[in-house]
Structures are given as C-alpha cells and as structure tokens.
C-alpha cells in the first residue's frame, strides 16, 4: 500500500530560527500533497495544497512567507517554518495519494515545540 | 464538501462491537464517505470508504443508508488498541481534492 514517510517526527527549536519538515511519498508519485496542522485537543486544519511544480496554494488565514512550501519532485515536499515563534508549535502532518480511487495516506505527523 | 456531524465520544466494552454514527445529510452524488482515525500524536490512518453500497476491509465495516444521509462504522470487536478518534469524511474522489477533517468522535474502549 501507499506509504507517506514525514521527517522528522519531533523537533525543538529556538524562537526566530527556521525549521524545515519532509514529506515522501515511498512508493508512488504524488502530484498533489497537503499538509494539515493540529492544536492540542484540536481536529486538523488544512493549511496549503503542495502541487508538484508549481507554487502552492495556501489556506485563508496561512502566512505563505512564514510556511514556505516546496514540491520539486513527484515524491517529495517540504514545509519550512520560518522565523519560528512559541505559537507556531504544533503537530504538523501532511498526506498524499496515489492515483485516484486510492484514499489518501497520511504521514506520522512532526511535533514541532518553539522554546 | 459537505459537513459531516458526529458525536464528540463514544465508550465501548472490549471485545464488543463499536458503532460509530455519522451524518452528511448534504452529501452530493459525487461524494464518497471515508472513515479515518487518529491514535494521539500519530497521523490519521485510513479505515475505510464507500459511495452508495456497504463496504466490509479486515478492519471494519461502513453501512450507508439508501438515501446516503448518514453512515455508520461497525468495529466488530473493539480492543483497546482501538482507542482513537474517529473521523467521518464526506469528499469527491478526484485527484488533488482535499480532506476536510471535522471534531470527530473520540471512541474509548473500556476493559
């Protein structure tokens, strides 16, 4: 079945430094990949829709310059949280599909903390 | 897509069946029901989906009522492990659709 790989899983980082979270798809080409954040006791909120190529598009209310999104290749996008703050710690998690009927798979998600 | 509602939890005895209700009285024709769920601090696992007809996996079960309104996921025999929330999906099928993720329903299974 699909596998989406997310790297890593957990991350602290500084106030105002950047990080950067993977997301792969193991075993199948993904055009299209989404990425969701989750608050604590929180359902998931979609934040931007990563497109293979091109710019992504991103979710009302998402700064596009704080979470840079970066789909260069059919298996491969990356979200870098830039200029970090306490309110952007987090579960980031994204997901991807292979051709359609197939559902969508989800990767294991990244705990992000800014200290 | 259209909003699905659910109850915010459910319990369940281990061992017995689950039975998770869900409601999507504005679904579209085009619309599928998926089912996923959330074991804490992991990613949403896909369960199961369907249309129109009852589907059946290794996991679970998906009952869609005729005029498709409203949906129910059977876990046979619930264990522990099967504590999660649980999420009812309504979304077209179509490549490059996102999923919209509601409250869900947190299922605790009791020993």
């Known amino acids: 079945g699909a596998v989406v790989s997310q790297h890593p899983s957990r991350v602290i980082c500084k106030s105002g430094t950047s990080v950067k979270i993977e997301c792969r798809s193991l075993?199948?080409?993904?055009?299209?990949m989404f990425w969701y954040r989750q608050f604590p006791k929180q359902s998931l909120m979609l934040m931007a829709t990563s497109n293979e190529g091109s710019k992504a598009t991103y979710e009302q209310g998402v700064e596009k310059d704080k979470f840079l999104i970066n789909h260069a290749s059919l298996t491969l996008s990356t979200l870098t949280v830039t200029s970090a703050h306490p309110e952007d710690s987090s579960f980031y998690i994204c997901?991807?599909?292979?051709?359609?009927?197939?559902?969508?798979?989800f990767g294991s998600g990244t705990r992000l903390t800014v200290v | 897509d259209a909003k699905t509602t659910q109850p915010p939890s459910m319990d369940c005895a281990e061992g017995r069946a689950a039975n998770l209700p869900c409601n999507h009285s504005?679904?579209?024709?085009?619309?599928?029901v998926y089912w996923y769920r959330q074991i804490h601090s992991q990613g949403p696992q896909y369960i199961i989906h369907?249309?129109?007809n009852n589907e059946t996996n290794e996991m679970a079960s998906l009952i869609i009522t005729e005029d498709r309104k409203s949906s129910t996921l059977i876990l046979p025999h619930a264990t522990l492990r099967d504590t999660a929330v649980y999420y009812c999906?309504?979304?077209?099928?179509?490549?490059?659709?996102?999923?919209?993720f509601g409250g869900g329903t947190r299922l605790m299974v009791k020993p």
């Open positions: 369907g249309l129109k």
């Open positions: 504005t679904i579209s024709g085009n619309e599928y």
């Open positions: 999906i309504v979304a077209r099928n179509n490549a490059g659709n996102m999923l919209t």
């Open positions: 997901s991807a599909s292979m051709e359609i009927p197939t559902p969508y798979t």
């Open positions: 075993d199948f080409q993904a055009t299209t």
